[in-house]
Nanobody, 126 residues
Framework: QVILRESGGGSVQTGGSLRLSCLASGHPFDAASIGWFRQIPGREHEGVAS????????YYADSVKGRFTISYDSAKKTVDLQMTSLKPEDSGMYYC???????????????????RGQGTQVTVSS
């Protein structure tokens, strides 16, 4: 059984940093697509960053390029999202999501991912 559990959310001021972590239990890390998504109430989930463990290729939304970094540790079964230079518009509930068994063709599309965590809240104040 695959279980994704996010941690590391919190409240920071503009310009601050946070590191989110997703613990993927029961989850093989070879040929897996794992991503971070965020949602604010009333809006659809937005793809923030994802990666494919088969070749370590990463994908980022234009709005976070140069500020966010996604990484993984297959031994620890974690996927982290390092967020720097945070802005108020980065606020939202952040979710970890994944697929097993190959590259996801739409790496920043929420509906393309089968396994999903419960989310962790990020609030950036001005």
């Amino acid at each position: 059984q695959v279980i994704l559990r996010e941690s590391g959310g919190g409240s920071v001021q503009t310009g601050g940093s946070l590191r989110l972590s997703c613990l993927a239990s029961g989850h093989p890390f070879d040929a897996a697509s794992i991503g971070w998504f965020r949602q604010i109430p009333g809006r659809e989930h937005e793809g923030v960053a994802s990666l494919y463990t088969g070749d370590d290729k990463t994908y980022y939304a234009d709005s976070v390029k140069g500020r966010f970094t996604i990484s993984y540790d297959s031994a620890k079964k974690t996927v982290d999202l390092q967020m720097t230079s945070l802005k108020p518009e980065d606020s939202g509930m952040y979710y970890c999501a994944s697929n097993i068994g190959g590259r996801t063709l739409a790496p920043l599309r929420w509906s393309a991912f089968l396994y999903r965590g419960q989310g962790t809240q990020v609030t950036v104040s001005s």
